[in-house]
């Protein structure tokens, strides 16, 4: 997809040429790829195809042996999850986004909580704010949960999927990192995350939508990007390839 | 309504009060009114803090997601150095800011070596419990040595206060680091890192919250207060033991339990490891006065830790199963 002349803006994400060895697995065979803002884009995979080392580059947790990853246009490189989510990278993990022992609205800005009073990184909560704005957050993503000082752990996986989107968008991410999140959800509440992630896009957020579950991923994505061993196998618009296609090469 | 009684009951410390009330009650009345006196309330109040300050500690760092089982070993070293040096000329406060210090080192090797090596704290603490412990009497020499108790600023410490003296000194600094580690764990962002910390490890990492630091801090801080705890309790009784503080790690991780504080981390109040430790003290006070054999003492420690883990458990799933109308 390099140099495609309709991208006229500058790619969201750029990565070029990663490679990654985990004890001496190649895990990342030189991957490239462009991704442009407003998108939803689908990477599909089997386990061990390297999708969960990209997406740990994307956000953070592990730097690349070789190779670039820009942001905007600008070559990034993070040391950590902090930096990919100041860098408007946010990323949803299957269970671990969410401390279950802890309310909704203390869980929406954990390691970025409004402070009353400071002294350095240290301060006093302004927890009015706080449930507030979570309450208002949430209600933005379309949820409708009847308290900010319910725990997480009340929730429905659903209702906690919905809740870590609030929080990305609340946090103005430009990026947003879906990894399973339709795993071990019920039928309607897969369909309530995929409706979610339609409605990224018509907002201006890209997102990346990591699943095993090629159904999925086709009714919730525009583009398709499939890996197998580490490298990149198929790349095509949503409309133009199918889930058959994508068996084939996997 | 409902929702008040909802929130009231996944209180952590919820089981730990109830059972407090009841038993200063039932010992209120088996002394024929004495557990309450003037007298008994200061002997009571003047005891208390030493071993509120180790659980206040303890129930921090367990809330973090760790434990520490040195606090009893940490509780007698740090007074032993202090009046170690003491007895080789140096003044108290530079012995007592050594005897700190040590205890920031204890607590900052508890944290690391756990983090640095992936193990569980539980040994990691368990080792430094022999070390501090045989630390402590190496330094002793064998021969306790006596805090030359002029040279120490004990009304600072433990000088009955306060109206009709019914206070130690001692209890009004238990009372400031109660009151500002409850600050410090509920309405702080670094409180809220310790319970994400401790209730999910993962999510905490990826929310960018550095856990190490987390962790190593709150190591540091129930080390330091154990030390504190230990030389409150030798400036009243004028002379370091070597054996002090034994056996007092299960029980502030008791008082902790006791207190609503989960073994998993992520869920407690320090209110809860005060009332559990107070807990503790009330039985241990109330079976002296309503003159039951003191060697019951530690059943009733056991009994009660098992029945207000049970209560806990039982009382927040009642509360989260309690369904609220939506509006």
Redesign the interface.
């Known amino acids: 997809m390099d140099g495609n002349p309709t991208a006229a803006a500058t790619p969201v994400i750029s990565a070029h040429g990663l490679h990654k060895w985990y004890s001496g697995v190649h895990a990342l065979r030189g991957v490239s790829l462009d991704i442009r803002q407003g998108e939803a884009l689908g990477l599909v995979g089997d386990n061990g195809a390297g999708k969960s080392t990209l997406i740990s580059i994307l956000s953070g947790l592990h730097a690349p042996d070789s190779g670039e990853v820009r942001v905007e246009g600008r070559p990034v490189r993070m040391r ?3 930096d990919a ?1 100041d860098l408007g990278i946010e ?1 949803i ?1 299957q ?8 309310t909704i609205a ?1 869980n929406l ?5 409004p ?1 009353k009073a400071r002294i350095g ?5 302004d ?1 009015r704010r706080m449930r507030a704005e979570s309450v208002a957050a949430i209600a933005d993503v379309g949820l409708h949960l ?2 900010p ?1 319910a ?1 997480v752990g ?1 929730l429905s996986g659903g209702q906690r999927q919905g809740v870590a989107i609030a929080r990305a968008l609340y946090f103005k991410s430009k990026v947003l990192i879906l990894d399973e999140p339709t795993n071990h959800l019920s039928v309607k509440e897969t369909a309530k995350v995929i409706q979610f992630v339609r409605s990224l896009s018509a907002q201006g957020v890209t997102c990346i939508f990591i699943s095993h579950n090629l159904q999925h991923v086709f009714a919730s994505c525009d583009r398709i990007v499939a890996m197998a061993h580490g490298e990149i196998v198929l790349d095509r618009p949503a409309g133009e390839t199918s889930p058959e296609d994508i068996q084939t090469v996997l | 309504m409902r929702r008040l009684l909802k929130r009231s009951l996944q209180k952590p410390e919820l089981a730990a009060t109830l059972l407090l009330i009841l038993l200063v009650v039932v010992f209120q009345i088996l002394s024929n009114g004495f557990f309450l006196s003037e007298a008994n309330l200061r002997g009571f109040l003047g005891l208390m803090p030493e071993m509120a300050l180790v659980a206040t500690g303890v129930t921090l760092l367990m809330i973090c997601g760790e434990f520490d089982l040195s606090v009893g070993s940490v509780f007698a070293l740090m007074p032993m150095t202090m009046a170690v040096l003491m007895t080789q000329g140096w003044p108290f406060l530079p012995a007592m800011t050594a005897g700190l210090l040590l205890c920031v080192v204890i607590g900052f090797l508890n944290g690391w070596l756990t983090i640095r090596f992936a193990i569980p704290s539980f040994i990691t603490t368990l080792g430094m419990l022999f070390m501090a412990r045989s630390l402590t009497v190496v330094v002793s020499g064998g021969f306790p040595p006596r805090l030359n108790m002029e040279a120490i600023p004990a009304s600072l410490f433990v000088a009955f206060v306060g109206p009709g003296s019914l206070v130690r000194a001692s209890f009004l600094w238990f009372l400031a680091i109660a009151l500002l580690m409850g600050f410090l764990l509920g309405r702080t962002n670094f409180g809220n890192w310790v319970r994400a910390t401790g209730g999910f490890l993962p999510a905490a990492q990826a929310m960018g919250i550095p856990t190490a630091r987390v962790k190593i801090t709150a190591f540091i801080i129930c080390s330091v207060l154990a030390g504190f705890a230990g030389m409150i309790q030798v400036m009243r009784l004028g002379s370091p033991l070597p054996s002090a503080g034994e056996g007092l790690e299960l029980q502030a991780v008791a008082a902790a339990v006791i207190g609503g504080t989960s073994l998993w981390g992520g869920i407690g109040s320090i209110l809860g490891g005060i009332i559990g430790a107070v807990l503790i003290r009330v039985i241990d006070n109330g079976l002296v006065l309503s003159q039951v054999d003191g060697s019951w003492f530690k059943f009733a420690i056991g009994a009660l830790t098992i029945l207000a883990v049970i209560g806990n458990s039982w009382l927040r799933k009642r509360g989260q199963a309690m369904k609220i109308s939506e509006h």
């Open positions: 950590g999850p902090r989510m990323t993990y269970y671990n986004s969410m401390v279950p022992t802890m203390r800005f954990i390691g970025r909580e402070l990184r240290f301060g006093i909560l927890e009847r308290s000082d725990l009340e």
